[in-house]
């Protein structure tokens, strides 16, 4: 990317070249310099309990849009903070390939972990795609796109750590009903003793050492999947399948007070799409996940008791329970 502008980043984003961390890396610092250097308007929530969320308005280049909100207390907004931070991570994602879950303990470890930079550099980067989604004329035209690169991004960090991880689609027998099955596309499966399975395994479909990852931007309109999936494949396989859950995020844009209609304020406030009700309820009716985890969890997750107990951050899944899952 010699000239950074708008277009150039949204045909990287369009583009079906396979991804890599260097692209991930390579498309954040592009938008961030694209954002210094062009200096669209900023905007801060005029909420008082959300003034740490921004947006970007483009110029006419893209037809004036403005972006998602951005949680300032985990987005990078200079590039070089941006690229500093990601050659860290780069560098703890070493020590986790070599030493798993003893990296942690390795001196000066416990300081950075303390930074909660590991969630910092993963939202940048994805937050940054999707802000470039944002630009498009028509937002239908990014959305599948932004998700399947997040689903991608996970995928590439558990495998830079030394596991394997990759989608899957099994065809699971319906008990009882010969020639009947269901199929299943799994976002990531991975297992930290590497077990290659083939088709004439008994465990062919999902083996025991083995775990289930729904990777998603958002858990709006698809927590309820989750849990279902994890209930049908533990009961169609017959026996327990661990089925843990990452997203990036559960806040949208959302109108507040017609009072504001003048100003456009009323535009700039933000609303959470975590349904704590329906969360619970599937846990007591269904079966609780083995692992919720977020890049930017809602403050309600931090304090719920209940919610606590189920949900943590990202980088807790990255440096403690990845390796608890898959032993």
């Excluded at 045909?11 to 260097?22: F, M, N, R, S, T």
């Excluded at 959300?50 to 280049?61: K, L, P, R, S």
């Amino acid at each position: 990317m010699t000239e950074i502008n708008i277009d150039e980043l949204k045909k990287v984003v369009q583009g079906k070249a396979e991804w890599k961390l260097k692209n991930y890396y390579e498309i954040c610092f592009g938008f961030l310099t694209f954002i210094e250097s062009t200096k669209p308007t900023r905007i801060i929530s005029p909420f008082r309990q959300n003034q740490h969320y921004i947006f970007y308005q483009y110029g006419a280049e893209a037809q004036n849009k403005i972006t998602r909100p951005l949680n300032t207390n985990l987005f990078f907004e200079s590039p070089q903070a941006f690229k500093d931070a990601f050659e860290r991570l780069i560098e703890f994602l070493t020590d986790l390939r070599l030493y798993q879950e003893g990296a942690c303990e390795k001196e000066g470890r416990q300081a950075y972990l303390e930074t909660k930079e590991i969630n910092k550099v993963v939202y940048t980067m994805q937050q940054a795609i999707g802000c470039i989604g944002d630009a498009f004329e028509n937002p239908n035209q990014s959305r599948k796109r932004i998700g399947q690169l997040f689903e991608t991004l996970i995928k590439l960090l558990i495998q830079e750590v030394g596991l394997v991880c990759e989608p899957r689609t099994v065809n699971i027998p319906i008990p009882n009903y010969p020639g009947y099955s269901m199929s299943y596309e799994l976002d990531v499966v991975f297992s930290r003793n590497k077990a290659i399975l083939t088709a004439e395994s008994e465990h062919k479909y999902i083996h025991p050492s083995e775990i289930v990852g729904s990777v998603k931007t958002t858990s709006k309109d698809r927590i309820d999947k989750i849990f279902l999936d994890k209930y049908l494949l533990t009961k169609l396989l017959e026996r327990d399948i661990p089925v843990v859950a990452i997203f990036l995020h559960d806040v949208q844009r959302a109108s507040a007070s017609k009072d504001l209609d003048r100003s456009g304020d009323r535009y700039f406030n933000i609303a959470s799409t975590f349904k704590t009700n329906h969360f619970l309820g599937y846990t007591v009716a269904l079966n609780k996940l083995d692992g919720v985890y977020y890049v930017d969890p809602r403050p309600e997750m931090m304090v719920n008791e209940r919610l606590r107990e189920q949900i943590r951050d990202f980088q807790r899944f990255l440096t403690e329970d990845l390796w608890l899952f898959s032993k």
